[in-house]
């Protein structure tokens, strides 16, 4: 799927994600710092309708929230993270293989970790108002 957006368009954007991705779980988000990741996935939550985010003790990476039909889903920012071993103390595995959708941003930091099969999705800038996707399933060779 290749699609250029702009703002408004997020909603649609987000809904057509869903439905042609609809088994995945993992979802990578690529793309420099300030190009829409975050909003993205934000507009991405409020589509699969996201009422409750939990706080949780490691905030900075992982954000976990809950949807109006009780389902589970997480938030995860690596920016910061300095060492993979800080990946591992927030039990990481644990959610990648928990069944829930993962929301990956900066996955770069963590390829260790990654499940063998993932939707990867890149966004790069056109100009200030519009953004330009791809999205692929992608399965990793080992
Ligand atoms: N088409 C667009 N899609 C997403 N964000 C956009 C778009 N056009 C402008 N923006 C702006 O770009 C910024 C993206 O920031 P953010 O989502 O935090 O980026 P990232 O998480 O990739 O660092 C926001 O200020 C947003 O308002
Ligand atoms: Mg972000």
Known sequence: ??????EPELEKL???????????????FMGEMGVGKTTLIKSICSCLGVIDEMTSPTF???????T??????YHFDFYRMEDQNEAINIGIEDYFFSGHRCFIEWPEVITDFL???YLEISIKLVDVNTR???AAFN???L
Do not use: C
């Open 115 to 117: 499940p063998d099969k």
């Open 14 to 28: 987000s809904g057509q994600l869903l439905d042609n991705f609809v088994e995945e779980k993992i979802w990578l």
């Open 139 to 141: 399965e990793r060779n």
């Open 68 to 73: 109006e039909a009780h389902e589970e889903l």
């Open 1 to 6: 799927m290749e699609v250029t957006y702009t």
């Open 60 to 66: 900075s990476i992982v954000n976990e929230y809950v």
């Open 132 to 134: 330009h996707l791809t």
